[in-house]
């Protein structure tokens, strides 16, 4: 009997413990989620995962008689991000860097008398500058809207060929030309085979009157475009306004432009923001020493990275200056700026890098 009772109690015991651990009351609560969900950390396995801005320039630097200067280091460069100055985190010196280029045509009616120089001029970039094995370039032609002739090739015979069938006709749309040719071709170019496969120099030589009727995007996108890409824009005048000036005139003036149109000032505003040259010939030979220029420091050139200590994720545009302590003798090219559109978890801005 006393066995049966002490069954009874264990049982009775078990009974109140196993209410008492399924009895809801006695839950721990549930962690309340996150006010905000951009609060709750980021896991993947054991690791953290941040977002740092970097901002990356590349630049040349160039002597008062424009020839390029070498031989600096990173003790030699100060960089300014609006106005204040700014840790050099990484630097390098890059010379005989492969060469993806983008060349660009305007084929639009407003071009029509200049088109065979169109012609000339580009396939004297092609031949001046693309080497076989280790540059390549595509042909784009622009009137109403963009259109690959030739995609990336290192055969300068094949974009020659495409070149010489082009005719004009229609408007004018330079500035999604530009941005297209950017986002799409240049932004992830062929790679050269080696230890550094995506060590590439990203180059378009826009051949253009500057005149833009049709293009969806505005001007400032197209640039920004450019500029996220790390792409250099360097622009060739189609204009020939100048030209009525009398020969005596026009010789002492060493045939330079001295009248630039709105088309002109665009196509330079558009070069140097993106750190390029603006070019205004009237005759292709004009342009032979200054192909072979762009070839040179193109392959000769600066890099540095800095994390911006003033960035707000804002959409605001930041102006970049470098200067060269020490050398009021040398300037340096590059783009002037970026726009903070970085934010957590979202796409770096122009010119950005997200490590």
Not at 189 to 205: A, E, L, S, T, W
């Amino acid at each position: 009997m006393m066995i049966r009772r002490l069954a009874i109690v264990i049982l009775l015991c078990a009974a109140m413990l196993l209410g008492a651990e399924s009895s809801p009351a006695q839950q721990p609560a549930a962690p309340a989620p996150p006010a905000n969900p951009q609060d709750a950390p980021v896991h993947t396995g054991q690791t953290i995962t941040t977002e740092v801005n970097l901002v990356d320039v590349l630049f040349t630097a160039l002597n008062r008689r424009n020839k390029l200067v070498i031989d600096l280091n990173k003790d030699d460069f100060r960089v300014f991000d609006d106005g204040k100055p700014q840790e050099i985190r990484y630097f390098s010196r890059q010379t005989d860097l492969p060469l993806r280029i983008g060349m660009l045509l305007d084929t639009s009616n407003s071009i029509r008398d200049r088109i065979q120089f169109e012609k000339d001029a580009s396939i004297g970039f092609l031949f001046n500058v693309l080497r076989h094995g280790k540059d390549q370039a595509f042909v784009m032609t622009f009137d109403d809207r963009p259109s690959i002739l030739q995609g990336f090739t290192e055969d300068a015979g094949r974009l020659r060929d495409e070149i010489i069938g082009t005719k004009a006709g229609g408007g004018t749309a330079v500035y999604d030309a530009i941005y297209e040719a950017c986002e799409k071709e240049l932004s992830n170019p062929p790679r050269p085979p080696g230890d550094q496969p995506d060590v590439v120099r990203r180059v378009m030589i826009l051949i253009s009157d500057g005149e833009d009727n049709l293009s969806e995007h505005t001007r400032a996108e197209a640039i920004e475009m450019a500029q996220r890409t790390s792409v250099v824009i360097y622009t060739i005048s189609t204009s020939t306004q100048w030209i009525s000036l009398s020969e005596t005139n026009r010789e002492k003036m060493g045939d330079r432009k001295i009248h630039k149109t709105e088309g002109d000032n665009i196509l330079e505003d558009i070069a140097e923001e993106t750190g390029g040259r603006a070019f205004f010939p009237y005759h292709v030979d004009d342009l032979d020493q200054s192909f072979q220029d762009i070839g040179d420091e193109l392959r000769s050139q600066y890099s540095l990275t800095y994390r911006p200590t003033n960035f707000v994720a804002n959409g605001k545009y930041h102006k970049i200056k470098i200067r060269v302590e020490g050398r009021k003798d040398v300037q340096v090219r590059a783009r002037r700026g970026y726009y903070a559109h970085m934010a957590a978890g979202k796409n770096p801005a122009p010119g950005a890098a997200s490590k």
